[in-house]
């Protein structure tokens, strides 16, 4: 029974064929099939930015911001001035809808 068994699996073709034909396209395989592409390798990003000729550290970026942010906590805010009461705007009046007068030769009957 073991026998037929294993004659069933390998589709009734002796062990050294199915090796054989392993070994051909064993190349193929390994060539084509399981081969991946080479990773893709990311470029170092700096950490540094050259602007006109000297390089800003995040250090000297987060001073910058602080420095920013303090010049702005001591300005006052701008009050905006009301419009006299002679240049307020008025509201605006009702659109009313009018009849268009159709030229006579386009009226209809």
Do not use: C
């Given at each position: ?69 303090a ?15 002679h ?23």
């Amino acid at each position: 029974m073991q026998s037929k068994l294993a004659n069933f699996q390998r589709n009734g073709t002796p062990a050294q064929v199915q090796r054989a034909k392993w070994l051909r396209a064993k190349h193929v395989v390994q060539q084509d099939v399981l081969v991946l592409p080479a990773p893709v390798r990311k470029r170092k990003q700096r950490k540094t930015v050259t602007v006109a000729g000297s390089l800003l550290t995040q250090e000297l970026l987060d001073e910058i911001a602080s420095a920013q942010e303090a010049t702005r906590a001591k300005r006052p805010k701008r009050v905006q001035k009301k419009a006299p009461a002679h240049l307020a705007p008025t509201p605006a009046a009702p659109l009313v809808s009018m009849p268009i007068a159709l030229p006579p030769r386009m009226q209809y009957e």
